[in-house]
Nanobody
Framework: QVQLVESGGGLMQPGGSLRLSCAAS????????MGWYRQAPGKERDLVAT???????NYADSVKGRFTISRDNPKNTVNLQMNSLKPEDAAVYYC?????????WGKGALVTVSS
């Protein structure tokens, strides 16, 4: 089993920055993909960004150039630096770890973007 715990959500004004972190524990294999999805009220859960153990990244077009994903393999953590936040970035952000075609999810961190 894998457990994921997110931290760092909160309220920020448009144009501001927030940093999300996620720590994974449990049985974690040498190769996996970690990342972030988000879900706004009434919408589906969508990809934000992912990063593999080797550092290969994938970003949603809507966040390219504003968000940066990074990870610390020995610590099994993944971070999301969110800059130039927009109101449409407001959502619950879920941490993901995928290994052996199994997805593990955190409980989510709320990000609110409002003036």
């Amino acid at each position: 089993q894998v457990q994921l715990v997110e931290s760092g959500g909160g309220l920020m004004q448009p144009g501001g920055s927030l940093r999300l972190s996620c720590a994974a524990s449990g049985i974690i294999f040498g190769f996996n993909t970690m990342g972030w999805y988000r879900q706004a009220p009434g919408k589906e859960r969508d990809l934000v960004a992912t990063i593999t153990t080797f550092g290969d990244t994938n970003y949603a077009d809507s966040v390219k150039g504003r968000f940066t994903i990074s990870r610390d393999n020995p610590k099994n953590t993944v971070n999301l630096q969110m800059n130039s936040l927009k109101p449409e970035d407001a959502a619950v952000y879920y941490c993901l770890l995928e290994q052996n075609n199994i997805n593990y999810w955190g409980k989510g961190a709320l990000v609110t973007v409002s003036s």
